[in-house]
Each structure stands twice: as structure tokens, then as C-alpha cells.
């Protein structure tokens, strides 16, 4: 069965640069949720997007941006990168219509470094 | 806001023993319960969920749960532990079945010693 995809695997990007983080949801689903998750922590919610418009937010600083596209995929945007951005990077999507199961599906992650 | 609670950051069992994994939540309304397990440098699978009927659920890897709303409890359980069940496992909240995000614990890492 198809899983989210979420690319790159692994980014190192230097202080003050910019990173673009990808995910591709299951077929049908039409949530996705990203999420942020430092080192020994639980993850963190960051925003979610509903049919391509941002259903919730969380803890995503000013400098991260995200949108969801037409084909569902979603792209995490991070600038002026901080040490403290590195971190996993998850992606999860669900399908809110009538067969919602419930569960999220989470994506293998995106780890990013900054050095 | 709902959240969930998870008291023990580290728990060990002995191989074939017995294991628990406490959590606790607290929500609003009707609560929708998961747990989730993650390996090292790995994403988080789903194991099982709680959304309504039997207060025992089951899930995969004989992983099984039970929901106590006296309690406001979602403990994980396994009669006899395995060394590859040791990973770090979360408990998990939702408030409803739309759209919304899942919150979860701090994580307990769970230790199956040989």
C-alpha cells in the first residue's frame, strides 16, 4: 500500500539558509499535517492544511511557511535557518470524508541539520 | 485543550515478561486515543486506536490497550515482551474525526532486556 512520501531523507543547510521540505500524501487523503520533533522530544504540531487551505496551526515559527498544492502534495518552507531549527521533520496526511479510520499516517521523516 | 500524559520517560521488562506503558488524557469531549511506536531514526507507526465500543482494543505486533474513562486511562500492554519491542512509544489524543491534529505525550522508551 502507498505510504506518505516526504523528501529529501536527509538536508545539512548552514545558519541563515533556506530549506524546502516536500511531502506526498497518500492517494485520496486530502489532510496534512506537519510536524517537528528535536532531539528526545515528543513531536511538536506545526500547521495542517484541509483541502489546500491551512485548517490549523501550531507552533511553526514566522520564518517557516507551508502550503498544500492542487495535487495535495504540501511544501515546507524554513528561512533564516537557526541551529535550534534541526530537527525530524514529519509529514502525516488522513482522509476526513466518511472511511476516516482515525489514525494519522506518518511519513518516514526529513532530518534536517544546521550547522 | 486536550493532551495526554505519559508518566514513565524510560520503562524496562525483562524478555517474556509482562509489559505496561501508562498514559493519561484529558480532553473535552469524547476522547479518540492512539498509540504509536517509533524506532530509532524511523517515522511513527500507528500500532492502535480507541474511538468507541470495547474498552479493550488490540492492535498490531499483539500490542493491545485498555480504555478506562473512570481513570481517564490508555495504557499500552503485552502479555510477553519481545527484545524487538524495545523503541520509543507515544500515546496519542485527538479531539475529533475531521481534520484535527493528533497531540501527543512525551514519549516513553521502552527496554526489553535479553
Known amino acids: 500500500a502507498a505510504g506518505v512520501i516526504q523528501s529529501p531523507r536527509h538536508l545539512i543547510k548552514e545558519k541563515r539558509e533556506t530549506a524546502t521540505l516536500k511531502c506526498y500524501p497518500i492517494?485520496?487523503?486530502?489532510?496534512v499535517y506537519w510536524y517537528q520533533q528535536g532531539p528526545g522530544q515528543d513531536p511538536q504540531f506545526l500547521i495542517s492544511?484541509?483541502?489546500?487551505?491551512?485548517?490549523d496551526k501550531g507552533s511553526i515559527p514566522d520564518r517557516f511557511s507551508a502550503q498544500q498544492f492542487s495535487d495535495y502534495h504540501s511544501e515546507l518552507n524554513m528561512s533564516s535557518l537557526e541551529l535550534g531549527d534541526s530537527a525530524l521533520y514529519f509529514c502525516?496526511?488522513?482522509?476526513?470524508?466518511?472511511?476516516?479510520?482515525?489514525?494519522?499516517?506518518f511519513g518516514e521523516g526529513s532530518r534536517l541539520t544546521v550547522l | 485543550a486536550q493532551s495526554v500524559a505519559q508518566p514513565e520517560d524510560q520503562v524496562n521488562v525483562a524478555e517474556g515478561n509482562p509489559l505496561t506503558v501508562k498514559c493519561t488524557y484529558s480532553?473535552?469531549?469524547?476522547?479518540?486515543l492512539f498509540w504509536y511506536v517509533q524506532y530509532p531514526n524511523r517515522g511513527l507507526q500507528f500500532l492502535l486506536k480507541?474511538?468507541?465500543?470495547?474498552?479493550l482494543v488490540k492492535g498490531s505486533y499483539g500490542f493491545e490497550a485498555e480504555f478506562n474513562k473512570s481513570q481517564t486511562s490508555f495504557h499500552l500492554k503485552k502479555p510477553s515482551a519481545l527484545v524487538s519491542d524495545s523503541a520509543l512509544y507515544f500515546c496519542?489524543?485527538?479531539?475529533?474525526?475531521?481534520?484535527?491534529?493528533?497531540?501527543f505525550g512525551t514519549g516513553t522508551r521502552l527496554t526489553i532486556i535479553p
Open positions: 502525516a496526511s488522513s482522509y476526513s470524508g466518511r472511511s476516516n479510520t482515525g489514525e494519522l499516517f
Open positions: 492544511f484541509y483541502e489546500k487551505m491551512q485548517s
Open positions: 480532553v473535552s469531549g469524547n476522547p479518540y
Open positions: 492517494p485520496r487523503h486530502d489532510t
Open positions: 480507541y474511538i468507541t465500543g470495547d474498552n
Open positions: 496519542a489524543v485527538r479531539d475529533n474525526f475531521g481534520n484535527e491534529k493528533l497531540t
